[in-house]
């Protein structure tokens, strides 16, 4: 994570069957395996933190996939001609605020408008995924998204789209859950924090938060 931001698309290379070559290494997998595309899939991820209300313990909203059943963070894949500020905000409504109520769900739409006007990008580039192959691979653009207390108190949650289950999951390397996120969304997470925490823009407390680093 981290370092001199670089775009792999600038140094693909071809297979003698014309396939594109995972810039990272070989995986064992030949072929497009479950990635829509050759080579880079353009996905997106938001990271949304707060403080738990009463306990005060820093919170990311992850998703239960259907797909795996593990918890993630929302995200998806960057529609054609789509910015990725659009995704963000699309896949974060539809994944976490399928809301049947009205009243609940207009308030789920404003406190996300709200939150996603301004946000910091954390990582873009290569992410380890388990559906990576020889030939397709999948680069991320993270953005870290830290709720004020009147959003992080009120904002209501339902699963939606391609999730099974949401919450609010504690950031905590004790919190079995959390150690075992999907892909390398832990790491993505981790960078988040960090990167808030060496701003001063998060207090997490007397010790360094997860992902510290020496």
Known sequence: MGGEERHLRDCIQFDANGRPINPVGRTGIAGRGLLGKWGPNHAADPIVTRYHPTTGALQVVAIQRKDTGQWAIPGGMVDAGEAVSVTVKREFKEEAGEIEDPVQRAEFERMTDTLFASGTQVYRGYVDDPRITDNAWIETTAFHFH???????????????????????????????????????????????WSAWSRGALRCGIVAPPGQRN
């Not at 289950?165 to 390398?184: P, R």
């Not at 993505?188 to 924090?193: F, G, K, N, Q, W």
């Open 147 to 193: 709720c004020p207390k009147e959003v992080g108190d009120k904002m209501p949650l339902a699963a939606g789209d391609d999730a099974g289950k949401v919450m609010w999951l504690d950031i905590s390397t004790a919190n079995e859950t959390y150690q075992q996120l999907y892909g390398a969304h832990r790491a993505l997470i981790d960078e988040a924090v």
